[in-house]
């Protein structure tokens, strides 16, 4: 499998994809761009399958790209602690079930809802 870089250059009608090696297209919004860049090798190289290439769209943000990255580290953070939230809460649910209490009670210990309790119980 082959991969390309594109670096994404905003500008008044939407994103330049320059891809790095060369070549280059556009598109209007970013969502559209990996699909852009397949067609656009699609075009210039009739002869070779590109769907499963991988391509990486750079967005070149300047000084934002700093605050873009930060905030995604800080929101992968946030998932991993969640999830492991969620095993806890799984585990202490499976022990206060193995000691009897209903559902309902579950659901007051840990201040949560019937329905959460029940997920958690399903999930566990």
């Known amino acids: 499998m082959k991969r390309v870089t594109v670096l994404a250059q ?3 009608l939407g994103w330049d994809l320059q891809l790095v090696g060369g070549g280059a297209t556009q598109v209007r919004t970013l969502d559209r761009a990996v699909q852009q860049v397949h067609d656009y090798l699609d075009t210039v190289d009739e002869d070779t399958n590109h769907d499963d290439w991988t391509i990486d769209i750079i967005p070149v943000l300047g000084s ?3 605050e873009v990255e930060a905030a995604k ?3 992968d953070a946030a998932a ?3 999830r492991a939230a969620a095993k ?5 649910v499976r022990k ?3 000691e009897g209490l209903s559902v309902t009670d579950i659901a007051v210990i840990l201040g949560v809802s019937r329905g959460r309790v029940s997920q958690l119980t399903a999930a566990a």
């Open 10 to 12: 905003r500008w008044k």
């Open 64 to 66: 934002l790209i700093d």
């Open 73 to 75: 580290a800080a929101n």
């Open 80 to 82: 991993e602690s969640t």
């Open 88 to 92: 806890q809460m799984r585990g202490v």
């Open 96 to 98: 206060l079930q193995h």
